[in-house]
């Protein structure tokens, strides 16, 4: 890269296609086991982040100030502002405006309060993080929809195949929908969807115990994505299949949530008189 970079100096071309060292490394790393170090230059995750305030202001100004090579030149993911103790109002701004929030100046210098006190306390930031800051702490969004867990019954037959009986208030109203999956978590889940009368996409899903006991209390955390939303949803219960129910449906209030603020209506079929 450095060849390719200073040409007009060096004179030379080793014809290599560079596109290709992002990925030749992650294979190398897969089939050897060694991990690439963050820090690793020019194919380290961190080779193209920036979190330094002056850093991310130079990069949304013009990407070469502080990248004489461009991510694409190495086939890596564009360039990143990681959002941390050190970054300024600046990236901060611009990451608002891309996850699609208009803020006043007002509403800006308070949520930048917020975000750096935030940042004494887990460092980086990630967008979830500021999206659920922005809409609980910023707008104020108060939605008309939270749904609630009221009841389920889970049955698992031969094969593993589950079914699953869910039932959710929504308000005043209770309703209630079956479904079968490829387990009791699965069924559940599409159970909850037929009584939402949405689908979002399950991206990410995990379950831990918060101790070693055999009657510990497991942690559900999910992610969802619908319209190009992502929620985080958490749970908490002795039964696993409980705190999976519960991160779920935590999730979708928080998509609710964020649609709103949005101003994204995730129920087509529910339009105002």
């Known amino acids: ?70 991510p694409q030149d190495v086939g890596a993911p564009e360039s990143k502002l990681v959002l941390g103790k050190h970054s300024g109002r600046h990236a901060f701004g611009e990451r608002i405006k891309s996850l699609g929030y208009h803020l006043t100046e007002e509403e800006l210098a308070k949520a930048f309060v917020l975000f750096k006190d935030l940042c004494d306390k887990k460092g980086i930031v990630s967008d979830g993080d500021i999206e659920a800051l922005i809409v609980d702490e910023i707008l104020g969004n108060a939605t008309k929809k939270s749904f609630e867990l009221r009841d389920f019954m889970i049955s698992i037959g031969a094969g593993g195949r589950g079914s699953a009986t869910v039932v959710l208030a929504d308000g005043e109203k209770t309703n209630s929908d079956a479904a079968t999956g490829n387990g009791p978590v699965d069924a559940a889940y599409k159970a909850i969807q037929r009584i939402i009368g949405i689908e979002p996409e399950l ?28 929620a985080q949803g958490r749970g908490a219960s002795t039964d696993v299949i409980e705190a999976s129910i519960k991160a779920y449906i935590n999730a979708i209030n928080r998509l609710v949530q964020i649609a709103e603020a949005r101003g994204i209506n995730l129920f087509p079929q529910c339009v105002p008189a």
């Open 1 to 70: 890269m450095a060849l390719k970079t200073r040409r007009e100096h060096f004179g030379v071309d080793t014809h290599i296609n560079t596109t290709h060292l992002y990925s030749t490394s992650r294979l190398v790393a897969r089939l050897t086991g060694f991990v690439v170090p963050p820090n690793k230059a020019i194919v380290g995750d961190n080779a193209f982040s920036h979190e330094a305030g002056i850093h991310q202001h130079g990069v949304l100004c013009d990407k070469r100030t502080y990248e004489i090579i461009r």
């Open 203 to 230: 991206v990410s899903y995990k379950i831990s115990a918060v101790s070693e006991r055999s009657d510990a209390v497991g942690e559900a955390v999910v992610v969802i994505k619908f319209k190009e939303i992502l």
